[in-house]
């Protein structure tokens, strides 16, 4: 059997079109631009090109992308100032701090001076722990955990009463994706580092996550038929055959994996594009809240 790919750059490609329709809206009829601010600290390239990309998006969406590029050196006050700044500044919907920061930089603080109506990663402590309570509304939800739900209903697998394994607990990719699974009523297993038997636990998922950063960890017989899995991981390993001497794969084994699975998402072109996607989404819904249209 040869897994359904679910294409990521596909059902982005359908969120922008709602996205661009909401723009419309808001600036004829509300005079009001959604905006986007990022903050980029120090040289690291994946950092540098990822935030790239979302000020890219937010230009073509037709929304207002400010952007502060700060050195690695940077103070601890030095960076409260420019995110209180875009704190205050009406202009901007939404605040985006690129992680990782660099060490001399408390994260928590940082992320904690974003206000939670512009926290459009869903990082802020408050929308963290609104999502991990039953019956709350976390302003905004983290982005790439909110663009796997998407891949894993546009692969029309029914979440309700699966069993859901998460592989990786980090704050950014697996808690937040183990809370809405569970809160679409999904039976969920977080695995990690310490993790026993950590094969026979994915061999009863009816869907994976797989977000521990590691390449092609995930064996092609650790995924039972027809499951769906959901591929975070963005790793390059060399490759003397490319240019660039290296390629790009997830945390699962593509080759092997989709021989068994019932769906499966590519690395790249999965889960990457709906990033991005769900940030412009959050940033969009940042504005229309003000507005009263959510
Ligand atoms: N670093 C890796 N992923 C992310 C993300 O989704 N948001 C931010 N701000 N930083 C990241």
Known sequence: MTAQLIDGKAVAASVYASIRADVELL??????????ATILIGDRPDSKAYV???QKMTQELGMYSVGAHMPED??????????????EDPKVHGILVQLPLPPQLDQETVLGAIPIEKDVDGF??????????????????PCTPKGCIELILAAGTKIEGAR???LGRSNIVGLPAAFLLVHRNATVTICHSRTQNMPDIVRQA?????????????KGDWIKPGATVIDVGINAIPDATKKSGQRLVGDVD??????????????????????IAMLMRNTCDSAKRLVGLI
């Open 52 to 54: 790239g990309s979302k």
């Open 27 to 36: 600036k004829t009829k509300y005079n009001i631009v959604p905006g986007l």
């Open 254 to 275: 593509f080759n092997a994996a989709k021989e068994v699975a019932g769906a499966i998402t590519p690395v790249p072109g999965g889960v990457g594009p709906m990033t």
């Open 206 to 218: 009816d869907i994976v996550v797989a977000a521990i950063g590691k390449a092609e960890f995930v």
């Open 164 to 166: 859901a394994v998460v």
């Open 124 to 141: 802020h402590p408050i929308n963290i722990g609104r999502l991990a309570m039953k019956n709350r509304e976390p302003m905004f939800v």
């Open 74 to 87: 940077v103070t601890q006050d030095e960076a409260l100032k420019i995110v209180r700044g875009y704190a």
